[in-house]
T-cell receptor
Framework: SQQGEEDPQALSIQEGENATMNCSYK?????LQWYRQNSGRGLVHLIL???NEREKHSGRLRVTLDTSKKSSSLLITASRAADTASYFC????????????WGAGTKLIIKP | GAVVSQHPSRVICKSGTSVKIECRSL??????MFWYRQFPKKSLMLMAT?????????EQGVEKDKFLINHASLTLSTLTVTSAHPEDSSFYIC????????????FGPGTRLLVL
């Protein structure tokens, strides 16, 4: 089942610009994760942020989490053509066996 | 580390035949694996949770007799699409969770199934 809503559904920017994607969710969470999927491929884990964290960095990625608004954002700075992919947020399910609930995804296109 | 392989990457079969897809964790033990289905330009749809040594847990609306899941070892889970029909054509992806660590799912590269 899907609980996350991501916006925008699609984003096209010029190389070098920053890209921001948002994710909202409905239930209480322990953590929220962001994954990336290149076309026709599996997903790659990018970053995990716990419910008691507000911001996390990994290279050119910055993730924020606002549990009061039940929302998260993923910022990719200084975008590159190779960042072109779909990005999904996922939240954990309480009392489940590591199951995740997935957002609808944002299709990011970086124009060279 | 945490590499998951999936085989085959692409399969074309005739309607009525069965297709087996393998998901292997190459460098870690996975007590739990997940099977997803993904339609074009859509998000992941969880089909079932596969636990080593026990029966898989299927999501609502997923026919367990049609999509047979076996998780016989800590590194291998298989999904068999039985009596495949054209509507079963899809992209199937598996993921695995590191035993005792959890949280992050490591994904296989996916299997593209086309049923003629």
């Amino acid at each position: 089942s899907q609980q996350g809503e991501e916006d925008p559904q699609a984003l096209s920017i010029q190389e070098g610009e920053n890209a921001t994607m948002n994710c909202s969710y409905k239930t209480s969470i322990n953590n929220l994760q962001w994954y990336r999927q290149n076309s026709g491929r599996g997903l790659v884990h990018l970053i995990l942020i716990r419910s008691n964290e507000r911001e996390k960095h990994s290279g050119r990625l910055r993730v924020t989490l606002d549990t009061s608004k039940k929302s998260s954002s993923l910022l990719i700075t200084a975008s590159r053509a190779a960042d072109t992919a779909s990005y999904f947020c996922a939240t954990d399910v309480r009392d489940s066996n590591y199951q995740l609930i997935w957002g609808a995804g944002t299709k990011l296109i970086i124009k060279p | 580390g945490a590499v998951v392989s999936q085989h085959p990457s692409r399969v074309i079969c005739k309607s009525g035949t069965s297709v087996k897809i393998e998901c292997r964790s190459l460098d870690f033990q996975a007590t739990t694996m997940f099977w997803y289905r993904q339609f074009p330009k859509k998000s992941l749809m969880l089909m079932a949770t596969s636990n080593e040594g026990s029966k898989a847990t299927y999501e609502q609306g997923v026919e367990k007799d049609k999509f047979l899941i076996n998780h016989a070892s800590l590194t291998l889970s298989t999904l068999t699409v039985t009596s495949a029909h054209p509507e079963d054509s899809s992209f199937y992806i598996c993921s695995a969770v590191v035993a005792g660590v959890g949280e992050t799912q490591y994904f296989g590269p996916g299997t593209r199934l086309l049923v003629l």
